[in-house]
C-alpha cells in the first residue's frame, strides 16, 4: 500500500525554521507551544458535554462578556504552555483585561503571543465549532525588563505568525509565517496534527456571505446596498450568493476560507466599531487570508495597516476572497457610511 508522505505539524514546524539560516529554534518552539495546548484543549472541547465545564461563570471578561467554564479553561492552558520557558516575554487574551503577568524569567523573552484562546464560546453548549486564533510578534521594548503594552499594540503586518485551531467535526490548526498557508488535521488516535492542507489558497471569488442581517436597521447604506445586489438574480456573476452564518468566526472563516466567499461584521448601532476586536481576531485572520491570496480591510483600511491603542479595541472586518472584497468596498465607496 504506497502511504502519502505523512507530515506532522512539528517536522513541518522545522522545514519552515530551515527558511532562516539564524533561527534559534525558539519561535518554532512557540508554535510547538500552541499546538500542544491546542491537543489538550481539543481532548476537553470533545467531552465537554460530559464532564462539569459546561455552562456558565459567574464571571465575565474585559469585554464583559459571561465567561464560559471551557473559555477560560482553554485560557489557562495556552497561559501555562507559553508561559513556560522564557521565550514568551509578553502574553494578551481576550480573558484577561491588561497583559497576563508573567514572571521575571520571561523578561529575557524575544517574542510576543495575542489570542484568544476559545472565540465563538456562546456557541459552546449548543455543539457549534469554536476556536482559538492567535498572533505572534517580536517585542519592541528592551529586552531584559518587564514587556510593556507596546509590545502587544503593534500593526498586523508586523505580526510574523498567525493562526487558527477549529475544533469543529475535527479539529485543525491553521497558521502562517508569512510562506503560505498549511491546514493540519488532528488525528487522536496517533495524538499528531497531521498535514492535510498544504498551501491553501482562498478561491478570487466565492458565492458565501456572512453576516449578521438581524443587525440589519444598523448597517450603512453602502453594506444594505451590496448584500441587495448579492440577492439579485444575476448568472454570469453567480447571484443570488449563499448565506452561511453560525455566528463562532473561525467556523465561518474557515468555510469561506475554502469555498471563497465573504465574511462581514461591520459597524452597528450596538457596536459602532464593529463587535470583532482587532488584537486577536482581525489581525491574525487578515494575516492568513492575504497569505492565502485574499483581502481584509475595516471598510476603508487595509486592516494589517491599523495601528491598534487599546488591548480590546474593535474594528469593522470584511474578510475573503478578494473579488468579493473589492466589490464590498465599491459599495461602501459609494454611499455615505
Ligand atoms: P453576533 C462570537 O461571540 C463572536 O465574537 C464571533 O465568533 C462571531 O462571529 C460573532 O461574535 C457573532 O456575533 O453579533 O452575530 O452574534
Redesign the pocket.
Known amino acids: 500500500m504506497k502511504f502519502q508522505s505523512i507530515i506532522t505539524i512539528d517536522r513541518h514546524f522545522i522545514e519552515q525554521e530551515k527558511r532562516f539560516p539564524y533561527a534559534t529554534g525558539e519561535f518554532t518552539k512557540i508554535l510547538y507551544n500552541l499546538s500542544l495546548a491546542a491537543k489538550i484543549v481539543t481532548r476537553d472541547v470533545r467531552k465537554a458535554g460530559l464532564v462539569d465545564i459546561l455552562g456558565i461563570t459567574s464571571e465575565s471578561n474585559s469585554s464583559g462578556e459571561v465567561q464560559k467554564k471551557l473559555d477560560m479553561y482553554a485560557n489557562d492552558v495556552f497561559v501555562s504552555v507559553m508561559n513556560h520557558d522564557g521565550i514568551v516575554c509578553a502574553l494578551a487574551s481576550e480573558e484577561n483585561d491588561g497583559l497576563i503577568e508573567l514572571d521575571e524569567s520571561s523578561w529575557g523573552g524575544r517574542y510576543v503571543v495575542v489570542f484568544d484562546p476559545l ?2 464560546s ?1 456557541n459552546i453548549d449548543a455543539n457549534v465549532s469554536i476556536g482559538t486564533i492567535f498572533s505572534i510578534y517580536k517585542r519592541v521594548s528592551p529586552a531584559g525588563k518587564a514587556s510593556e503594552l507596546r509590545d502587544v499594540l503593534q500593526p498586523g503586518y508586523k505580526q510574523i505568525g498567525a493562526g487558527y485551531v477549529i475544533y469543529g467535526s475535527s479539529t485543525m490548526f491553521v497558521y502562517t509565517t508569512g510562506n503560505g498557508v498549511h491546514g493540519f488535521t488532528y488525528d487522536p488516535s496517533c495524538g499528531e496534527f497531521l498535514l492535510s492542507h498544504p498551501n491553501m489558497k482562498t478561491p478570487a471569488r466565492g458565492s458565501l456571505y456572512s453576516i ?1 442581517e438581524g443587525n440589519w436597521v444598523s448597517f450603512s447604506d453602502g453594506i444594505k446596498s451590496y448584500i441587495s445586489w448579492l440577492k439579485e438574480t444575476d448568472k454570469p456573476t453567480g447571484r443570488p450568493y449563499s448565506s452561511r452564518y453560525i ?3 473561525v467556523a ?1 472563516f474557515h468555510r469561506n476560507l475554502l469555498y471563497g466567499g465573504i465574511y462581514i ?1 461591520p459597524g452597528t448601532e450596538k457596536a459602532p466599531q464593529g ?2 476586536r482587532l488584537l486577536y481576531e482581525c489581525n491574525p485572520l487578515a494575516m492568513i487570508i492575504e497569505q492565502a491570496g485574499g483581502k481584509a480591510t475595516n471598510g476603508t483600511r487595509r486592516i494589517l495597516d491599523l495601528v491598534p491603542k487599546e488591548l480590546h479595541e474593535r474594528s469593522p472586518l470584511f474578510i475573503g476572497s478578494p473579488e468579493n472584497v473589492d466589490k464590498a468596498m465599491e459599495f461602501l465607496n459609494q454611499s455615505p457610511a
Open positions: 472565540d465563538g456562546s449578521n455566528g463562532s468566526l465561518d461584521y463587535k470583532l
